[in-house]
């Protein structure tokens, strides 16, 4: 990074899409960004299913975000956990340094929401980071590997049981995948299971799937999905949830494999500003997406709590939280410039995606009310993002693994990574005993 | 897999280069097969350093084993730790089944030695498995990310210093690799620090580098190390190993990350079937590789003991275990078929080879005594490895990634992978209340 010593000091909490868009805002100015986050890397969240359900690895969906802003000579890119802030000494404090500010953008997305049951994410991974997907993925491939060996039939059913709660987006793409690797990838692999037996449960309390899609695209969705085998149970709610399986409405049903995909809670950083915010965590920001009371701190993405222009709340998707960062990289790049102070933020939806499985997805454009399914829609899908995905190389090995998952149904990162090497010590002791 | 009611029972420890070649060569015979190993996927173990410095994923290098053996009808895969073997009553024992036998193959591999020093296994990881690749990839990745962010000149210094113990092939790859990352791939990245000004040691006991090639081979990798900016230590014992650093020959050197590429130590194969072994646990198998008083036992690659024509051990690399693998697969269907037993297994060394970094590589092949170095060498090894890599996409990902490498030096898999699920869970439960 280049040295302002009079440049202003931004600091900017989270690499995700919202804030690497404030950062790209205020590119060429001459002041001293800092972006802040707890991980090394920006995740293109949209396709973690498809880490979890073994088409793509990690690395083909994640770059390291100093990667990402190399080029961009007013930055500085530090990994470190933020533990709060001073607002009043304008100080953003980490488990390792102390960074001033004259503007603060809080970024920090959300996470899964157990509403009350924290003690079921043990038991029920969502599938917000690459952790998360490298975790379901080997439950998932590690219930199949179990159902292989035992003999009880009551065990072997339930390993065989896979349930997913919450039937928005999330859960119809992972019930679809889910669906996809047990009835084309898997079955010339086993021996003594037919993984084609597997019951796949996708739980959604409310009415109908994707609730922000227009219901004959619901409607579409559920057929879709039961075609494929897998059983749709709307208007259900999950009671209970422990190792073993989940009570849906008082009906225990046993499962080795639950995956969540419902609620959704904010990043503690409400608390950290002491700022007002809705039940999800979300901080009430005032028009221009600054914090009520602090005109130099602004949330944005999952961090914000802000209704579009019809009174809707604005959805926690990609595109709201880079309009968000754009806005108010703008908006500082003004202040700074001396330029007045800008129209309220206002939203714009460019439209739903979602697929189900490898040939269909329902997408919904909002610039003409456009409404596409099937494989046209999945060909639409497809093209968006690849062309959302960053570098040559992970265009080229993303596209090649689609490639060759739709002609030979093979998955091409099936690996269960166990943590081995403390385990190899323990041996190599034994040994030289 | 299909029954054979009246079929031998083939059980085959170990899915390596050695236990598939026993498993392909008993394709087609009317048998029960069976390939037991603890992990679900077959690792391509000498590509593992490059999964350890971030230029591909592992599941590039990586394929589940049922994948592999899926056409072949007579096999059945099972993923499961072997816990002994009961050879009078002719059975294996796992953690989950029990698995009777009429031919028993041990390829169970090798782990690192320590050499009586386990505990420094926490500090200083090998590099044989996945996990341990992907372990030292972050170790690797978060040494750069936490000089970043300290101030005292000490302590940056030990995060930026890389001790390689160990110059054989492992060691030589991981040092030119490391270097490479902290030369090319990262000085851009950092503000606080300058990559370019990392140490790395690479520290060997005996008087030179990879001592398995001709001299003059050791002393081009030696060369083209330094030149890369690589502190070669021959003659160098490591008395001591801490979190903190080694100590080489009596001299204290602080360093964040330490690898270990010294020794090797054979699996507990030979402790199951209570065999004479070596120093390093490897069977000492009679000249059809089976084991003494034990024709139905063969311990194949890493963990069989024997000489070849010239009175040499068989080194541990693949093609000795692929070699091994064909000849027992072979010697089997023969007996089954009332074939006379087979000439004693000779091993054919086709030769040496190691990278030093992107366009470096040392070759020595037996058949007509050609040496190959530097750039040539590079060539000849990467078409080589590409070739041995099992599928299409796997073989257009490696070659992709190793193009990106070339002419942009970036590197695509720069992933830490920290679990957090449950940090969110405590969050979640934080903010809830």
Not at 62 to 81: C, D, F, H, K, Y
Not at 226 to 248: I, L, P, Q
Request: aromatic fraction near 8%.
């Amino acid at each position: 990074m280049e040295h302002y010593p009079n440049g202003k000091k931004v600091v900017i909490v989270g690499g995700g899409f919202g804030g690497l868009s404030v950062a790209r805002a205020l590119n060429g100015l001459p002041i001293e960004i800092t972006v802040v986050d707890r991980q090394n890397h920006h995740c293109f969240q949209p396709l973690l299913y498809q880490v979890a359900t073994a088409v793509v690895s990690p690395a083909d969906i994640a770059w390291p975000i100093r990667g990402i802003l190399r080029s961009q000579r007013n930055v500085r890119v530090l990994m470190t956990e933020v533990t709060g802030v001073d607002v009043a000494a304008k100080i953003v404090r980490t488990d390792s340094v102390s960074l001033p500010y004259d503007y603060l953008v809080l970024a920090t997305g959300a996470t899964h929401s157990y509403f009350g049951h924290d003690e079921w994410a043990e038991y029920a991974p969502g599938l917000k980071t690459i952790s998360n997907a490298t975790e379901i993925r080997s439950r998932l491939l590690l219930a199949f590997e179990h159902a292989e060996l035992v003999s009880d039939e009551a065990k072997r059913r339930a390993l065989l049981t896979f349930v997913i709660v919450g039937g928005g987006p999330t859960g119809v793409e992972m019930a679809g995948a889910i669906a996809e690797v047990a009835l084309h990838a898997l079955p010339n692999d086993f021996c003594e299971i037919d993984p084609r037996s597997a019951r796949i449960l996708l739980i959604e309390a409310g009415p109908r799937l994707l609730p922000s899609f227009p219901e004959k695209l619901s409607d579409y969705a559920k057929d879709t999905l039961e075609k494929k085998g897998v059983t749709v149970m709307t208007s259900s709610r999950v009671t209970d949830c422990d190792a073993h399986g989940v009570t849906v409405d008082g009906q225990r049903i046993e499962a080795s494999t639950i995956i969540w995909g419902a609620g959704v809670i904010a990043s503690p950083a409400a608390e950290w500003i002491g700022a007002p915010h809705d039940p999800a965590g979300r901080v009430k920001v005032t028009p221009d997406l600054s914090v009520p009371g602090h005109q130099e701190i602004f949330a944005i993405g999952d961090t914000a709590a802000i209704n579009d222009r019809k009174g809707q709340p604005v959805p926690g998707i990609a595109p709201a939280a880079k309009q968000m960062g754009y806005y108010v990289g703008k908006l500082i790049a003004g202040e700074l410039n001396g330029k007045p102070h800008p129209a309220p933020f206002v939203y714009h939806h460019q439209g739903d995606l979602a697929t189900i499985g490898t040939h269909s997805a329902v997408v919904k454009l909002n610039l003409d009310h456009l409404t596409l399914k099937g494989f046209i829609g999945w060909l639409f899908w497809s093209v968006a993002h690849i062309y959302f995905l960053i570098g040559i190389r992970n265009r080229f090995v993303v596209a090649i693994s689609w490639l060759n998952q739709v002609f030979t149904s093979h998955r091409g990162a099936r690996i269960i990574a166990l943590p081995d090497h403390v385990q190899n010590a323990k041996h190599a002791d034994d040994i030289a005993k």
